[in-house]
């Protein structure tokens, strides 16, 4: 079955810590892979994503996931996180095919202290 | 270009109302993506159109639910009669072609069945 699991349902980080947000996916084909964030009473928005090449990604707002096939993951990374990082995050799985849904994780809620 | 719109923001309504959730995708967009997203059960994907057709509908959860697609700017979903637990946020989400994976998502519609 196609899956995606987020170990973490929430995360506290110190402002100015590193952040690893954890996926774990399940796909048939060859996966392609996102990340997306959705703040409080917003839609969700693309962080990065995954198709090819480079098992490291870089996205927007400083963020980076790298892609390991031999354990099916793909990791959420920051290296010193912004009060403003506070949200919930989603990994999702999809296939490279125009008009195909992606399955989401069930989120991490990450909140900042500082 | 103005995002995905979807209304209401808000709907309240008691049990065994019809309820009728609106979406207006990005456009140039040929697919569009209904998801629910509770706190138990995460995003889930109910129905997704090409092209104005219905391709998945597999997670629809009940007959009382429906979505159209009549053109390539409007959808509806549409519950009926609404239950209680229909309660959650229902996001639209539209994709373009040439295909690059990225869902751009509406705020999304939260409703609140009494």
């Known amino acids: 079955a196609q899956s995606v699991t987020q170990p973490d349902i929430h995360i506290t980080v110190s402002e100015g810590a590193s952040l690893e947000l954890r996926c774990n996916y399940s796909y048939g084909a060859t996966p392609y892979l996102f990340w997306y964030v959705q703040s409080p009473g917003q839609g969700l928005q693309l962080l990065l994503k995954?198709?090819?090449?480079?098992?490291l990604v870089q996205g927007i707002k400083g963020f980076e996931a790298e892609f390991k096939r031999s354990q099916s993951s793909f990791n959420l990374r920051k290296p010193s996180v912004h009060w403003s990082d506070a949200a919930e995050y989603f990994c999702a799985v999809g296939a490279k095919q125009a008009g195909t849904a992606l399955i989401f994780g069930k989120g991490t809620t990450l909140s900042v202290s500082s | 270009d103005a995002g995905v719109i979807q209304s209401p923001r808000h709907e309240v309504t008691e049990m065994g109302q019809e309820v009728t959730l609106r979406c207006k995708p990005i456009s140039g967009h040929n697919s569009l993506f209904w998801y629910r997203q509770t706190m138990m059960r995460g995003l889930e994907l109910l129905i997704y159109?090409?092209?104005?057709?219905?391709?998945?509908d597999s997670g629809m959860p009940e007959d009382r639910f429906s979505a159209k697609m009549p053109n390539a700017s409007f959808s509806t979903l549409k519950i009926q009669p609404s239950e209680p637990r229909d309660s959650a946020v229902y996001f639209c989400a539209s994709q373009r072609a040439p295909w690059t994976g990225e869902l751009f998502f509406g705020e999304g519609s939260r409703l609140t069945v009494l």
């Open positions: 995954y198709f090819s090449g480079d098992t």
């Open positions: 159109f090409n092209n104005n057709v219905p391709i998945d």
